[in-house]
Antibody, heavy 119, light 113 residues
Framework: EVQLVQSGAEVKNSGESLKISCKGS????????IGWVRQMPGKGLEWMGI????????RYSPSFQGQVTISVDKSISTTYVQWSTLKASDTAMYYC????????????WGQGTLVTVSS | DIVMTQSPESLAVSLGERATINCRSS????????????LAWYQQKPGQPPKVVIY???TRESGVPDRFSGSGSETDFTLTITSLQAEDVAVYYC?????????FGRGTKVEIK
């Protein structure tokens, strides 16, 4: 069974750094892209970017380029999103998701990581 | 970026009646080399991650009831729920995966009238 298990909720102060994770299991981790999606409170879904674990090929939405870093550690089947300087506007639920094939539509999702940043 | 515009923002339908959600892309998402529309529909219930219901514009995901159907091509797409059930109350999003960034629509909230 394909599973994506995300790290737990975080409460941070503005200006702090943060790295959240998503561990894949039940499939060949290096053969599938993993994407990240933001959902701000009460709002819609925003596609942040996607990474191919085999070679770390990464594509960012221009809205998130330079604001976050998406990375991967193949040895532990885990992908990450990292912020160097959090802002209150980063408060959101963050989902990782795996496409069925290619970097396309997502057919498996993590449970979400709630990030709360206080100013 | 390809902009995905959904309508309406919200929709109230009686149980057993039809719900129709529209999605328009700012450019065609039909890839000529494989004649596929790179368009998916997701259902998100409160407190849950989204779930894909339709992909390639009209292919139903395994396990999704056949009252859900997708149609359309190039820039105009529709998700139809025939005979709305209580468990279909959710927000529905379209997404194009034709060109990065693979943008979502803003969502349509479906409620029971």
């Amino acid at each position: 069974e394909v599973q994506l298990v995300q790290s737990g909720a975080e409460v941070k102060n503005s200006g702090e750094s943060l790295k959240i994770s998503c561990k894949g299991s039940g499939y060949t981790f290096t053969s599938y892209w993993i994407g990240w999606v933001r959902q701000m409170p009460g709002k819609g879904l925003e596609w942040m970017g996607i990474i191919f674990p085999r070679d770390s090929d990464t594509r960012y939405s221009p809205s998130f380029q330079g604001q976050v870093t998406i990375s991967v550690d193949k040895s532990i089947s885990t992908t990450y999103v990292q912020w160097s300087t959090l802002k209150a506007s980063d408060t959101a639920m963050y989902y990782c998701a795996r496409p069925a094939s290619g970097p396309y539509y997502f057919d498996h999702w993590g449970q979400g990581t709630l990030v709360t940043v206080s100013s | 970026d390809i902009v995905m515009t959904q309508s309406p923002e919200s929709l109230a339908v009686s149980l057993g009646e039809r719900a129709t959600i529209n999605c328009r892309s700012s450019q065609s998402v039909l890839y000529s080399s494989d004649n596929r529309n790179y368009l998916a529909w997701y259902q998100q219930k409160p407190g849950q991650p989204p779930k894909v219901v339709i992909y390639w514009a009209s292919t139903r995901e395994s396990g999704v009831p056949d009252r859900f159907s997708g149609s359309g091509s190039e820039t105009d797409f529709t998700l139809t729920i025939t005979s709305l059930q209580a468990e279909d109350v959710a927000v529905y999003y379209c997404q194009q995966y034709y060109a990065s960034p693979y943008t979502f629509g803003r969502g349509t909230k479906v409620e029971i009238k």
